[in-house]
């Protein structure tokens, strides 16, 4: 039904599978963390705002959970084995505040957005253009922009204490992400074929680093 | 640009601005809470279905939010004066777990809905097309009637306790209904005028109570 994606026994299907699982996963998380951040916003119109991106994160979660249908498998059994490492991600890195929340949220879907934007292009299609369409934007950016500027511009503190949580965000997302590709060999063989060799790994990983960084200046947090 | 809504002197224009704020704001509310009680979901697919719900209170809210837009009101000034009853309602209605959760979502969701039917025919259009709209059912009523029979079927203690809840929740919101109407005359008045006189919202608050029953005894819980 689904000619131009790998069969079950590939070893391609698996990781496409855990990939498409740990970006449903992501999306549900991301629901609930947004829709809780909702409910700090400082003001009624916020307060919708947030909650209409958390409605967008789950109409991207709606989209994974069809294709993966479309393969043969529940999303929720390609979700399980990452919820884990997500969970933890999220409370280690629990926002104290709302403007810890939108620092939060800018930084940590461009982070995924990169992320999956490279992986796009080592999966084969449908499944690569899904990926882009669920990385569209669901209208943070502009937002998180303005909110955060607005409240750096007066205090170098809150500005001090925001760089800092922004370099935290980066080293624990990498770090679960280890957690999970040492556990499962066959997405860590999907990321060595695919970029080529070791090497190839940590030149993505670089490239990571190197958006989180622009990003943070964008935020005025360099 | 809305020719036919009363214009903004209309006392009419005021009560129709009063209930879409109401209904916005339960629509609002209705995330939050729908969006908490998915995180207590026993499984990944009851958590992703509530979420989904979730959203598609959210999809009625902009519908509201674009409406009220139309009439030359910010949602959020038009949902300030019920934030506090609404927010009142919830927190002496907080569930206590799951079940509690999908009652409350069921019978509360119902009570709203036969609630406005009937105010949709006292407004004038387009704004009673958009209020039936809105009201239709979120995919929760299937789910929650599953989920509650299952439960109660074994158990007799579970079916009183429930019996118990569901009662309440109807006396928690006529009180704060109650409350809602004595502080806005203008809203008491259109209500009065609407329903023909003070023995028309008598039989309207019968007809509630009546309807409410009867999903109690959909529930398994009469």
Redesign the interface.
Known sequence: MDGGSPGKDDPGHAAVVDLLGALAYGE?SA??RI??D??TAP???G??DL??M??AE??H??LL?EHLAGLGV???DA??PF?AAIDAYHQVTAPHDWLESLVKVYLGDGLAADFYREVAGWVPEPTSSLVRQVLADTGHSAFAEREVAAAIEGSRQVRDRLALWGRRLLGEAISQAQHVVAERDGLAEFFVRSSGDLSGIAALFKKLQTQHNRRMGTLGLN
Request: hydrophobic share 60%; charged share 30%.
């Open positions: 549900l629901f609930d829709a809780e909702a409910r003001t009624l119109a307060r919708a909650a209409s958390a409605a789950i109409g979660f709606r959970e529940l999303a929720e979700m399980r919820a």
